[in-house]
C-alpha cells in the first residue's frame, strides 16, 4: 500500500515547480497565477495534490488561495484529526518558542494631552480633563472628555485625496497618524516591518460619522465612504498605507477591545505569525449618539466625571483619546539594539458567560481572567503576579461595577501573602471613560510609569477608600511613589457584553546606549512646509534640555526618512537650535544645513556616514535611542468635514483643453477636491491619492476626444505629465496607444542623461540599480525583476541603448566602447557619494556591462552579467535571430505577464530593422575583452543557461574561470532566464545585490 505524502510548505513548493519546470521552489508568497497557473494547469495540480497528499483539492481551491502559504492553510483544515499533531491539555505550543512579545513604540492623543509627554504631566496633576461637548466643534451639552480639532488630518502625508479625506471616518484617519507616530517612536523604519511581516490589530468604535455624511447624498453614497466608514477599515487601511504584510484584524468587544487586540497580537508574536505587530485603537464621538444611549441605560455621568471607586459614583463620561503600540519579540529587540518600553508577560481573554445580564460584570468572570493571565505568565517564563506594584483598574465609576471589581481583585491579589504593598489607579477620574480605547490609556500610563520609575499620583480621590477594606493590603496613594525597582504592572478592562481581558507588564533590562560621533541633527518630512514644522518642533524640545543632543540625533536618525530631507551640522547644540528657530528665513554663521552630499561639512562628508546615509533616504539605528521622549511627526491640520466649503476648483472642463496637461490638473482638482495649485504635475500618481474609479472619471472625456487609453496604461504613468504625454500620443496615433505600455513600463517616466544615455526609471530617492538590456528588446523585458526591485528598496534604471527607440538612421553604426564608457560615465552621475552603482546587464547589456566595469570608475559597482560573454563566435547574427523562438512554446504564462496581441517576441521587441541589427552584430563579431579580463576590479556575478543557443560554452569559459567571479548555471534554461526562471533568477540578484546595497547598523531578520 502506498502511504500519501506529508502535506508541508516544501512538497507544495516542490509540486508547483516541477510542474512550471522551475529549478527552484517557488516563493512561498508570490501569487502562483503570476508565475503561468492557469484553469488547465490548476486542474491538474488539484488533482496531484489530491492525490499526492491524500486531501480533497478542487481546482477552485487553487484561485481561492492567492499563495503557496494561503493554499497550505485552506488543505490543512481538511486534513484528518488523526494525522494532526495533537497537545495535551497541560502543554502549550506558544511556549516552545520563546518568542517574548516586547513593546518598543508607543503613541496616544487624549484630552488635555496630545503627546505621551503632555499624558505623563497630566497624569502627574490628577486634574479632570473633561468638558462640555458643545465646546469642541459638535453639537451637544453632553460633559465628557474631549479631543481638539477631530476634523484635522493630514492627506497628503497618506496619499488620500480631500474628497476620499473627507468620506473617511475619522477615528481611521487618526489610527494613521498614531500609528505612524508609533513607528516613529520604535525606531523601525518602514522596509524593516514589511521584513518583519507586521500585522496590525486595532479597534474603534462601530462609528457615528456615517450619520454625519448622511446629511451629504454625493459623500454618503461613495465608493470613499463604503471604506471610509467599514469596521474592517480601522486595521485594513494601516496595513494598506504602510504595506504591512502580516495579520490584519478589527476587533471589538467594547470596552476590553484594546487588551484583548494586545492579547491577540501577543499570540500572533509567539506563534511566529508575524515578527512586528501594531496595535492601535480610536474613540471619537462625531455625535451625540452615544451619550444618549448611555443615558437610556442609566450608565450615563450626571456630573460629568467618572468617581471610580467613590461612594457618590453616578456612572460614567464617555471620552475621546487614540493611540497605538508597536510590539516585536524580545529576540528581534535585542538583535536590531531597539528600546524596549515593556515586556508583555502574560495576558488572556474570557467571557463572564451568563450572569445577571447581558450589560451586568461576573465576580467569577473577572477572577477567571485575571489568573489565567497570572498563569500564562508562568508558562511563558514572565514575572508572576508577586511581583506586580501598580494594578490599573477598569474603574469606570458605575454603582455596579466597581464594587464587583474590588472583590475580584480582593479574591485574586488580595490573597497573595506577603508582597508588601500594592497600588490601585484609575485613570478615568482624570479622562473619563475612552471606551474601546480605555485599554491602550492604561497600557500607555504604565509605559511612562515604568520609563520614569515612578507611579504618578493622585490616583484615586480621598472619599473613594471604601470599596478598599477588602483588598488590603492594596492601597490607593494620593502622591507620586516610586515604582520598586523590577516591579511589574497589571492592567484590567472588561467589556459591557461581558468579554474580560488583563495582562501582566515589567520592563526588562536594555542594552546601555552605544556612544557614537554625532555628524549633525537628521530630519526629514513629507514636504517643505513639513520639514519647517518639524524644524520648530526641534528647537522648542532641543531648547528644554529633556534629552541630551546626541539622544536625540540618535532617535531621528532611526526614524524612517521621507521625501524631503536635510542635516543640520554645528559645533554647539544652541546653534542647532537657532538654526531650527529660524527654519525657511536665514542660517546662523556656523551651521550647515545640508540638502544633498556635496553641502555636508568636509569633516562630515564620509559617503557611508549617519550623515550621507540619510541624504540618499537611508535611516542608522546607533544604539538604543529614547524615543519615547523625541516629539513625534507634526502632520498638517486641514480640515476634513462634510459641508464644509469644497477646495477644489469649480472650473468646468467638460469642453477641452488646448493643453491636456493643463486640462488634466483641473479634472483632478474637481474629482479629487484640491485646489489646482496643490496639484503638481510632476508628483507621482500615487501621492495624489487616485484609485482605479478615479482614474476611469479623469480619463472620461479625453477617451471620448482622443482614443480609447488602457486604465492599466494610465496606471504606468507615475505623474500627470507622463499621463498627459500618453493621452497626447493615443490621439496623434487614433489607435490603443500599446506602444506606451511598451514605452513606458510599469510607472517609469524617460529622461535623457548627461552621459548621452536615454534611461528610464522613477522620481524619488532610492539607490539605483541599472538595468542594460538584450539586443532588440523594450524595457518590458524587465518585467519580472521590476517589482522585485522595488519592493527591495531600489530605483531601477533602466538605459536604452543606441538605435532602441524610433530614430534609426539609414547607415547606423554602433561602437560598443563608446556605449560602455557612457554607461560607466552614467554609474557616475547617478552615484551618491561617490558609492558604486551595481549594473545588471542581460546579453549585449551584459557585453556593455562588462566593458564599462574596464573603465576603472570608482562608481561601478558590482557587475550582474545573465546570458552574456566576454567574445563570440562567427555565427552571432544567425543565433541571435533564433533565440526568441525558445520562448514560442510558453504563450500561456507570458499573457498573464506580457498581455497583448502577437507572439511573445513581438511584445519583448523594441522594433530594430535589419540595418540597426546588422550594426550591432557587426559590432558584436569584433567585440573580444577576454584579455582584459585580468583587469577587472569589481564583484562579479555570471548567470548562464546550459540550453542557451546564443552564448556557447567555450565563450563563457573565461569567466567561469575568474576567481572572484561568482558563476550559476541554470540547467534548463536557454537565453531567457530573467522571464522563464524568474524565482531562481530574482533570488540570486537579490542576494548579490544584498552585499553591495548599503544598509543601516541593523541586524537583518529573516
Known amino acids: 500500500m502506498t502511504h500519501p505524502d506529508a502535506l508541508s510548505l516544501s512538497a507544495l513548493q516542490k509540486l508547483f515547480a516541477d510542474a512550471l519546470l522551475e529549478v527552484e521552489p517557488l516563493d512561498a508568497d508570490e501569487p502562483y497565477i503570476e508565475r503561468g497557473v492557469d484553469s488547465i494547469l490548476a486542474a491538474q495540480l488539484a488533482k496531484a495534490i489530491a492525490q499526492r497528499f491524500a486531501v480533497p483539492c478542487r481546482t477552485a481551491d487553487l484561485f481561492e488561495a492567492a499563495s503557496l502559504r494561503e493554499l497550505l492553510k485552506l488543505l490543512q483544515v481538511r486534513i484528518e484529526p488523526s494525522t494532526t499533531t495533537r497537545t495535551t491539555p497541560n502543554e502549550n505550543p506558544r511556549s516552545k518558542t520563546g518568542r517574548t512579545p516586547v513593546i518598543v513604540g508607543a503613541a496616544g492623543r487624549f484630552p488635555g494631552a496630545a503627546s505621551l509627554d503632555e499624558l505623563w504631566a497630566v497624569l502627574e496633576s490628577g486634574k479632570p480633563q473633561t468638558g462640555v461637548m458643545g465646546e469642541h466643534k459638535r453639537t451637544g451639552s453632553f460633559k465628557g472628555g474631549f479631543l481638539r480639532d477631530i476634523d484635522a488630518f493630514d492627506n497628503g502625508f497618506f496619499h488620500l485625496s480631500p474628497n476620499e479625506s473627507v468620506c473617511v471616518d475619522p477615528q481611521q484617519r487618526l489610527s494613521l ?260 480605547s480605555s485599554g491602550l490609556l492604561s497600557v ?148 550647515v544645513v545640508a540638502r544633498d552630499y556635496q553641502e555636508l561639512p568636509a569633516s562630515t562628508r564620509r559617503p557611508d556616514g549617519v550623515a550621507a546615509r540619510w541624504l540618499q533616504g537611508m535611516a542608522t539605528r546607533m544604539g538604543v535611542s529614547q524615543a519615547i521622549h523625541v516629539p513625534p511627526y507634526p502632520f498638517a491640520r486641514r480640515a476634513f468635514w462634510p459641508g464644509l466649503p469644497s477646495t477644489a476648483t469649480d472650473q468646468d472642463n467638460a469642453g477641452g483643453s488646448a493643453n491636456v496637461l493643463e486640462e488634466l490638473r483641473q479634472r483632478l482638482a474637481q474629482l479629487c477636491g484640491y485646489r ?157 557619494a561617490g558609492q558604486p552603482v551595481p549594473c545588471i546587464g542581460w546579453s549585449l547589456g551584459g557585453c556593455v556591462a562588462l566593458h564599462a566595469a574596464l573603465q576603472h570608475s570608482p562608481c561601478v559597482g558590482p557587475i550582474t552579467v545573465i546570458s552574456a560573454a566576454p567574445w563570440f563566435g562567427e555565427t552571432i547574427l544567425e543565433d541571435t535571430l533564433q533565440a526568441q523562438s525558445e520562448l514560442e512554446g510558453r504563450g500561456e504564462m507570458f499573457d498573464q505577464i506580457l498581455p497583448g496581441n502577437g507572439s511573445v517576441a513581438s511584445r519583448i521587441g523594441a522594433g530594430l530593422n535589419l540595418r540597426s541589427l546588422g550594426a550591432y552584430t557587426n559590432a558584436l563579431s569584433t567585440f573580444d575583452i577576454r584579455e582584459a579580463l585580468g583587469d577587472l576590479n569589481v564583484p562579479l556575478l555570471v548567470i548562464h543557461g546550459a540550453q542557451d543557443n546564443v552564448i556557447q560554452a567555450q565563450c563563457v569559459m573565461p569567466l567561469r574561470q575568474l576567481e572572484k567571479a561568482r558563476f550559476l548555471e541554470i540547467a534548463d534554461a536557454g537565453h531567457f532566464s530573467p522571464l522563464t526562471h524568474a524565482t531562481l533568477v530574482n533570488r540570486t540578484l537579490l542576494d548579490w545585490l544584498h552585499v553591495s546595497k548599503p544598509s543601516a547598523n541593523v541586524t537583518q531578520v529573516a
Open 177 to 436: 497618524e498614531q500609528a505612524w507616530h508609533a513607528i516613529e517612536c520604535s525606531g523601525l523604519t518602514l522596509t524593516e516591518l514589511k521584513t518583519l511581516r507586521c500585522g496590525v490589530f486595532a479597534t474603534g468604535l462601530p462609528g457615528d460619522y456615517r450619520h454625519v455624511l448622511s446629511a451629504h447624498s454625493e459623500q454618503a453614497i461613495s465608493a470613499a465612504a463604503f471604506t471610509g466608514n467599514a469596521f474592517s477599515a480601522l486595521a485594513g487601511r494601516i496595513a494598506y498605507c504602510f504595506d504591512l504584510p502580516g495579520p490584519v484584524l478589527s476587533i471589538d468587544t467594547a470596552c476590553s477591545s484594546f487588551l484583548v487586540a494586545l492579547h491577540q497580537a501577543a499570540m500572533a508574536l509567539r506563534s511566529g505569525e508575524c515578527d512586528a505587530a501594531i496595535v492601535c485603537a480610536a474613540t471619537l464621538f462625531c455625535t451625540d449618539e452615544v451619550f444618549r444611549l448611555a443615558q437610556a441605560s442609566q450608565v450615563l455621568s450626571a456630573s460629568g466625571h467618572c468617581l471610580a471607586f467613590n461612594e457618590l459614583a453616578d456612572g460614567f463620561a464617555p471620552a475621546e483619546g487614540a493611540g497605538a503600540l508597536l510590539l516585536t519579540t524580545q529576540e528581534v529587540a535585542q538583535n536590531l539594539g531597539l528600546a524596549m518600553l515593556a515586556q508583555l508577560d502574560g495576558s488572556a481573554v474570557g467571557h463572564d458567560g451568563r450572569s445577571n445580564g447581558l450589560m451586568s460584570p461576573s465576580v467569577s468572570g473577572q477572577t477567571e481572567v485575571i489568573r489565567a493571565a497570572w498563569e500564562d505568565a508562568r508558562r511563558q517564563g514572565g514575572q508572576g503576579p508577586e511581583h506586580i506594584a501598580l494594578i490599573e483598574t477598569h474603574g469606570t465609576g458605575t454603582p455596579v461595577g466597581d464594587p464587583l471589581e474590588a472583590k475580584a481583585l480582593a479574591q485574586t491579589y488580595g490573597q497573595l501573602e506577603g508582597q508588601g504593598l500594592r497600588y490601585l489607579g484609575a485613570n478615568k477620574t482624570i479622562f473619563g471613560h475612552t471606551l474601546v
Open 676 to 832: 489646482l495649485e496643490e496639484v503638481d504635475s510632476q508628483a507621482p500618481l500615487s501621492s495624489l491619492g487616485l484609485d482605479s474609479l478615479t482614474v476611469l472619471q479623469l480619463l472620461a472625456p479625453f477617451q471620448k476626444r482622443s482614443g480609447k487609453i488602457a486604465v492599466e496604461q494610465a496606471f504606468a504613468a507615475s505623474t500627470l505629465a507622463e499621463l498627459a504625454t500618453l493621452i497626447e500620443r493615443a490621439a496623434q496615433s487614433g489607435r490603443v496607444a500599446d506602444q506606451a505600455a511598451t514605452d513606458l513600463p510599469l510607472g517609469l517616466r524617460r529622461r535623457q542623461t548627461r552621459s548621452g544615455l536615454t534611461v528610464l526609471d522613477q522620481a524619488g530617492n532610492l539607490p539605483p540599480v541599472i538595468l542594460v538590456s538584450p539586443l532588440n528588446a523594450s524595457p518590458r523585458i524587465w518585467v519580472q525583476q521590476l517589482p522585485m526591485l522595488r519592493r527591495d528598496g531600489w530605483n531601477p534604471c533602466i538605459v536604452e541603448l543606441p538605435l532602441h527607440d524610433a530614430v534609426q538612421p539609414d547607415t547606423p553604426e554602433i561602437d560598443l566602447g563608446r556605449v560602455a564608457a557612457q554607461l560607466a560615465q552614467l554609474c557616475e552621475e547617478l552615484s551618491v
Open 444 to 591: 500607555l500610563k504604565a509605559l511612562l510609569a515604568l520609563d520614569r520609575q515612578q507611579i504618578p499620583g493622585p490616583l484615586l480621590r480621598p472619599s473613594s477608600s471604601s470599596h478598599w477594606h477588602d483588598i488590603m493590603p492594596v492601597s490607593s496613594p494620593h502622591t507620586a511613589h516610586a515604582l520598586p525597582p523590577g516591579a511589574g504592572i497589571a492592567i484590567s478592562a472588561f467589556g459591557f457584553t461581558g468579554v474580560n481581558a488583563h495582562v501582566l507588564l515589567h520592563k526588562p533590562g536594555s542594552a546601555s546606549a552605544v556612544q557614537v560621533d554625532i555628524e549633525g541633527l537628521c530630519i526629514s518630512a513629507a514636504s517643505e512646509a513639513g520639514l519647517q514644522r518639524t524644524a520648530l518642533l526641534l528647537a522648542r524640545f532641543l531648547a528644554q534640555g529633556t534629552l541630551s543632543y546626541a539622544q536625540v540625533c540618535a532617535s531621528c536618525a532611526a526614524r524612517t526618512p521621507q521625501a524631503v530631507r536635510a542635516v543640520v551640522c554645528a559645533e554647539q547644540v544652541d546653534q542647532v537650535v537657532d538654526a531650527l528657530a529660524r527654519w525657511g528665513r536665514s542660517t546662523p554663521t556656523g551651521v
